[in-house]
Nanobody, 119 residues
Framework: QVQLVESGGGVVQAGGSLRLSCAAS????????MGWYRQAPGKQREWVAS???????TYAESVKGRFTISRDNTKNTVYLQMNSLKPDDAAVYYC?????????????WGQGTQVTVSS
């Protein structure tokens, strides 16, 4: 069974940093795009960043220049380095993976990891 498992969330002061990790439970399972979404209380889930298999990255404007997404394909893991965190960054962060091949599941989601930013 393929699952995505996030870690690295926690409480950080404004201006601080956190590094989120998301590892696929099956290393050989091929994901095309992997990325991160977040959802704050009372708000819709929003896309944060994505990384292709080859390493091409894209970012939401709100995090551009502060967050860095990266992938380690040998571990089938995606990371989100978050710097200069703001209170508006506080949310549950969800890992997302799109399979390279059609498996009947169009996207895989992690369980979410809480990021709290204190003033």
């Amino acid at each position: 069974q393929v699952q995505l498992v996030e870690s690295g969330g926690g409480v950080v002061q404004a201006g601080g940093s956190l590094r989120l990790s998301c590892a696929a439970s099956v290393v050989i399972f091929s994901f095309d795009t992997m990325g991160w979404y977040r959802q704050a209380p009372g708000k819709q889930r929003e896309w944060v960043a994505s990384a292709s298999k080859s390493g091409t990255t894209t970012y939401a404007e709100s995090v551009k220049g502060r967050f860095t997404i990266s992938r380690d394909n040998t571990k089938n893991t995606v990371y989100l380095q978050m710097n200069s965190l703001k209170p508006d960054d506080a949310a549950v962060y969800y890992c997302h993976g799109r399979p390279t091949y059609n498996t009947g599941t169009s996207a895989y989601w992690g369980q979410g990891t809480q990021v709290t930013v204190s003033s």
